[in-house]
C-alpha cells in the first residue's frame, strides 16, 4: 500500500486510490466539479488541482492514482493560483444570475467562487448564450449555466442505462443535450438535478418555488416504492416543497426515483381534511364525534366475524399494530394487507422479503427476475442491480414479458411455467445458477398476486433449494414488493387469523352480503364494486377509489404528516419523521384508531407512540431494532401445485401513479401524458 | 469559426451502398468484438465519403452498426470539424486563412475563389456543383498559402493559380498535379539553398572534440581568474 503525504499529513491507501480520495479519507478537502463518487473520472474541470512535489505542473488530483512516497500539497501558493485561474476561466462564461437561479443557496460554483475564486473577473468580452434545452417535464434547463461537467452525461449512461444524454460539439461550442432534445425517459432522470454542480438543470415542477434557507428539512423514508429510499422532505409552513434523497449506502446510496422525488404536489391537492358521513346517498362533512357513533352504531350490531379490514400500500405500521389489535377487540379475524392478494406466507419471514438485501445484489452473479420489472417497480433498486451489472460477469433471466431494462437479460419466457421447468432442474437456465456463486432469485408481484401464486412461490423455493440459492452467509430468495406498507404489514401480522379471510375472501363475502362491514386503512387498489352492500370505513389522507366508495372517512395523515415505522422490502426498519402537520381536521392514523377504540369501548392498551411501538417490539422483534435487517430463518413455505402457463401482467403499467399520491399529483399526470401516453395521444392536430 | 450545427433538412433515410458496405466490414473487422465503437470515426468517414456529407440518419445508421447510442455517433460528428454537418457541392474547396498562409497571401486565394465561384466563404454554388470553407491551420504551412480540393492540397498557391484549379474543376479536366504550384521540391527552400550546403554524399570531417573541450576549459579558466583578480 502506497504512503503519502497531503498538507504534511502521511496517509497510507489503496493502490489505485486518486489524490482526491485519499485526501479525503482524511480530511483534507479539495473543491472539485466533475468528480463525483459515484461515477467514472472525467477530469474535465481542473478544478481540483493539487501541488505534487517534483511534478513540474499542477496535477488533477480525481483523475492521479497515487504514488509511493508523494508529496502533495493542497493549499501552496501555486495549488490556489491553478485554482483560482481555473475558477476565473469558468465564470468566463457562467452568467451572474445568482438572485434569479433556482440553485442559489445550494451552488457548488458560488461556494468555491465564495473560497477558491478572485474577487473581481477581468474578461471584459461578451459571455456566451446557449439555447436551452428540453429534458422532460422534471428537469429544467439554463445551459448557458453550463459548465460541462459532463456529471449528468455520465450518470444517465452508467447510472440510469440510458444513454441519451450527450455534449455536442467541441471548446467554447460544446453543449450537453438530449438526443434530439427529447424527455429523458429514465425513472431516475430527477437525480441530474442534484449532481449539477451549477443551476445549469434545475427541478421543473420546484423552479422558483423557495429557496434552500426558507425550508425546514426533516429526515423521513419514503413509501412510493417498496425500497425505502431515505429521503429529506423539505417543507415551508405546512407546505412539502420538495423531496431530497439522503445517503443510505445500504438501501439507495444517493439516488431517489422520480415517482418519489416529484409525487409530492399531490399531497396538496384531493386531501381528505375532515370527516364525512354517507346521508341519503351523498357524503356530508360532520364532526369527529358523529363520524365516530356512526360506525359504533353499525359496528355494535354486527358480530366480530362480519367484519373485515383491509390495509393500504402507504399503511405505517402503527396504524396498522393499532387497526390490527382493535379488530381483535372486536373479535374479528377478517384482516388484510395484501390487496393485490399475493401469496405470501404471513409466518415465514423468509418467504416475503428480500434475503439476500439491496447492498447484496453487488455480490449477486446470476440473478433471475420472476414476475418483475424492476425498472418500474423499484428503480433504484434497478440501478444497484445496473451497478452489479457494469462490472461484469452477471448473468440476468427474466421470466415475464419484455421490458426496458437498463442492462442485458435474456429473455427465459413470458409465461410462469418456465419456472417449474427451472425448478426441475430442465431448463438450461438452472446451470447457470447452479454454477454462480452467489445466485439470486426475485420473484415479484405479478408472479404471486395471481391465483396460481402459492405454486409459484413454492416453486420459486424450490428453486432456492435445488439450484443453491441458500447457503452459509448467502440466501438468494427474494421478493421484490411494490407497496411500502407490504413487509410491515406482515411483520406486524395484519394478516388473515385463524379461520380469518384474506383480501380475496373479505371482498367474495362482502358481496355475498356475508360481511357487514370493511374498514379501508388506506386501502385503494382494491376492486370497490365487489364490496357490495357492505358499510365501508375508509380511513385515509386522499379522495381516491376507497374514500368514494366509503360510507365514512376518517381523514388520516399522509407518510410526511405522521412519525411513522416502515418496513422496506428487505425487512429494514425505517423510522420516518413528521415534516408538516396533516392538513385540517385529518390527524395521525393511529391515534384515530385510538380514539375509536375508546368510542367502541374496546379502549386499546397506549396512550402515546413510544407505548405502541414497545407493543410492536415484544409482539415481534425485528421492530426493537431500527435501520437493520434482521437475516431470516429458511423455512418451508407456499404449496406446490400447478402453475398455469398464463404470461406475467405486470403490477406497476404507469409508474407515474401507482397510489393515491402519485395520481393526485399534476406533475405525475404530466409524465404520464410525456411517457406513458406520449405517442399514442399525439396526433396531427396535437402541433 | 462559429458554432457548428446539424442541417436542419434532414433526408428521411442512409444506407450505405455495397462498396461502402464492404468495406466498413473490414473496419469494423479490425476491432476486438465488444470494442466496434473504436470504428466510429472511419465509418463515419466512409458516410461522408459517400454523401458528402454526415446526415442524421447516417448517424443513426452508424449508430446501429456499431451497437453504440446514437448521442455518442452524434457527440463524435459533431467534435471533429472535418466532419460536415450541412450538405456541401460536389467540389468542396478549403482555403486555410490562419497566420502563415494570410502572411503569404491566402487573402488573394480567397478573392480568387470568390472571384470565379461568386460564393463567399461557407457558402455552397446554387448548383451545388461548388462550396467554400475557411479552415484553421492546414498542416502545411511551410508550402503557404494552401488550399484543399477533396483530399489533395495544393500549395503556393496565388491569385491566378488558384484560378486555374477552379476553372479545371469547373470543366471536368484532368487536375493539375497536387503538391506545390510554384514546383519546388516538397517542402524544400523555394530558392537557392542557406542550410545543408554540404554534399552530402562526402563523408562527415573527423572532429577533435577534446581539443575543443580543452579550449573552452581553458577560456573558463581565464574568465574566472579574471574576475577573481583584485581591481587594478
Known sequence: MPKLTIDGIQVEVPPNTTILQAAEQIGVEIPRFCYHDRLSIAGNCRMCLVDVEKSPKPVASCAMPVNEGMVVHTKSERANKARGGVMEFLLINHPLDCPICDQGGECDLQDQAMAYGFDRGRFHE??????????????????????????????????????ELGALGRGEDMEITTYLERALSSELSGNVVDLCPVGALTSKPYAFHARPWELRKTESIDVMDAVGTNIRVDARGREVMRVLPRINEDVNEEWLADKSRHACDGLGYQRLDRPYVRRNGKLTAVSWEDAFDAIAVRLRASAGNRIAAIAGDLADCESMTALKDLMAALGSHNIDCRQDGAALDPKVRASYIFNSTIAGIERADAILLVGTDPRREAPVLNARIRKRFKKGGLAVGVIGADTKLTYKAENLGASADVLAKIADGTHPFAQVLKNAKNPMIVVGMAALSRADGNAILAAARQVADTCGLVKDGWNGFNVLHTAAGRVGGLDVGFAPGEGGKDTRGILEAAGKGEID?????????????????????????????????????????????????????????????RAVFPPGDAREDWTILRALSAVLSKTLPYDNIKQLRARMAKANPVFAGYDKVQPAEWKSFGAAGSISATPFVYPVQN??????????????AQCTEEFVLGSKQKTGTHG | MSARVMAENQPASFAFNAEMQERAKKIIAKYPAGRQASAVIPLLDLAQRQEGWVSRPAMEQIAVMLEMAPIRVMEVATFYTMFKLAPVGKNHIQVCTSLSCWLRGSNDVVKSCKDKLGIGLGEVTTDGSFSLEEVECAGACVNAPVIAVGDDYYEDVDYASTGKIIDALKRGEKLPPHGSMTGRDNAAPAGEKTSLTDDPTKPIPKQDFAAAKAAFEKAKAEAAAKAAAPKA
Do not use: W
Open chain 1, 655 to 668: 409508474y407515474y401513479m401507482t397510489d393515491p399520491i402519485s395520481r393526485a399529483s399534476r406533475t405525475m
Open chain 1, 126 to 163: 461578451n459571455k456566451r448564450a446557449v439555447t436551452d434545452k428540453y429534458m422532460g417535464p422534471l428537469v429544467a434547463t439554463c445551459m448557458t449555466r453550463c459548465i460541462h461537467c459532463t456529471r449528468c452525461v455520465r450518470f444517465a449512461t452508467e447510472v440510469a442505462g440510458v444513454p
Open chain 1, 517 to 577: 362491514a370493511v374498514f379501508l386503512l388506506g386501502a385503494d387498489e382494491i376492486d370497490t364494486a365487489k364490496l357490495g352492500k357492505a358499510f365501508v370505513i375508509y380511513q385515509g389522507h386522499h379522495g381516491d377509489r376507497g374514500a368514494h366508495r366509503a360510507d365514512v372517512i376518517l381523514p388520516g395523515a399522509a407518510y410526511t404528516e405522521k412519525d411513522g415505522t416502515y418496513v422496506n422490502t428487505e425487512g429494514r426498519v425505517q423510522e420516518a419523521y
